[in-house]
DNA sequence: CCAGGTCAAGGGAGT
DNA sequence: ACTCCCTTGACCTGG
């Protein structure tokens, strides 16, 4: 087997009490308790970080995205600014000291809103907030900066051109703080006409530094869906030198609801993740979360109990 | 207390 | 032109 840790993304279905998603309105955002508001959410959130480490840790998990909702409206203030900021430095110490104490892999997944390609220079600037908050974050647990602990995004733009987004992520690239750069990763696109892992190869990591994250669905959407998968996944691989590389797994949604759209996610996997010389880490990018992560762990085994025979 | 409406944000694709 | 999809369901109000 080539998949080295399994993950999931962000919920744990199973232990229902812990939510590190908590968020505040933009109503209550703008009331004078607003901020403390915030920084309660963010002391919670990491503290169920921790509880689903802990968890993970259980069950023999090893990967987990963490949710890029940790701390509400962290794009208009300075984290060290905030209130109990020594409480929330401290939570998030806890986290880094767990996954580096039992070698756990966690990663962000920003939102979609951060495109640093993008024509707007007010979009720019937005995204470059974000990216440096969650680069922050990372810092403030103590993690590597290495892309071990990825901050993975897609390029999300093809103005006004795609060799010309790509020379626009390059040149941004450039103005990153080093808490980001250091941990960025590239997700191949779902769709023919954005970003494959070619694209990505050829557009920005001969340039800069950017390992790519593959993505299998998108992989038999995207513009390699030609191309040879394995010849794929030793180009991603490539970009990732001595770190074990990051890759997505999921289904499409249509084998569970034949009118949705194909890019949709499934509840569940339905496919084996494929399998490579090299080892790899693979975060699954389904809705039934770590239930789908059992599931399919379970059905290994079944089939491994099969071949057997 | 619960159900339902709503929520900061970009961009592209499907209808 | 409008809705859905991606990333993360959870907040908040009115009954």
Redesign the pocket.
Known sequence: MSVRNIGY???NLTVGHL???????????LTPVGIE?AVD?GIKNAIDILEILKWNELYGIKSY?????LL?????YEICDLPRFDELHQAYKNIGNYVKLHNHRVT????????I????E??VQ??II?LSRHGEIMDLMGLDRSPFYAINI?I????PSKPE?CERFVQTFSGLPLCVTSRLTLEN??????YGVQDLYDGICKFIKVPIVL?FLHYE?GPDCNSKLPEMMSLAFSTWGNITPLT?M?ST?QLEEP???????ADYIYNLIPEHQQDFDC?L?C?A?DLALFKYQNELQNLAHLILK
Not at 259 to 265: C, D, F
């Open positions: 993304c962000c919920i939510k590190t998603s908590r968020d505040i309105k933009k109503a209550t955002w508001l959410c995205r963490m949710s890029s909702n509400p409206w962290m794009s208009e962000f997944h920003p939102g979609h809103f951060n495109v390609a993008s024509l707007r007010d979009v937005k995204s974000d897609h999300n733009s093809l103005q987004a696109d779902d769709s023919p006409n954005q993505d959407y997505h999921s949604r009118k949705a759209r194909k890019i949709a996610h975060e990018e809705k979360k």
